[in-house]
């Protein structure tokens, strides 16, 4: 059973960073894809990112901003956040999709991923 741990919110300053990780077990890591998504209070989910065997896509809300990464050594799965804005205030998620199945686009993914975390906060003040 895939397990899925969120770490690395917080709160900052517009214009500051973070680096959220996501520690990953109980499957084969390169086998599918991973990404991350948020959901603000009374908002929808939102994809973030994604990571695939052909690369990595984001959202244009967070493209140039956001980066996501993995390293399958330590099964971890990062997104550094730069320049971060009032409204990337969120619910932070890390997903994955162990069928591969949802693993084309972001939108794809947002509608077909199985597993996530319990979800790590992050809030930007201006």
């Known amino acids: 059973q895939v397990q899925l741990v969120e770490s690395g919110g917080g709160s900052v300053q517009a214009g500051g960073s973070l680096r959220l990780a996501c520690a990953a077990s109980?499957?084969?890591?390169?086998?599918?894809?991973m990404g991350w998504l948020r959901q603000a209070p009374g908002k929808e989910r939102e994809g973030v990112a994604l990571?695939?065997?052909?690369?990595?896509s984001y959202a244009d809300s967070v493209k140039g901003r956001f980066r996501i990464s993995q390293d399958n050594a330590k099964n971890t799965l990062y997104l550094q956040m730069n320049s971060l804005k009032p409204e990337d205030t969120a619910m932070y998620y890390c997903?994955?999709?162990?069928?591969?199945?949802?693993?084309?686009?972001?939108?794809?993914?947002?509608?077909?991923?199985?597993?996530w975390g319990q979800g790590t906060q992050v809030t930007v003040s201006s």
């Open positions: 997903a994955a999709d162990p069928s591969g199945a949802y693993c084309d686009t972001l939108p794809d993914f947002v509608g077909g991923f199985s597993s």
């Open positions: 109980g499957y084969t890591y390169s086998s599918y894809c």
């Open positions: 990571i695939n065997s052909d690369g990595s």
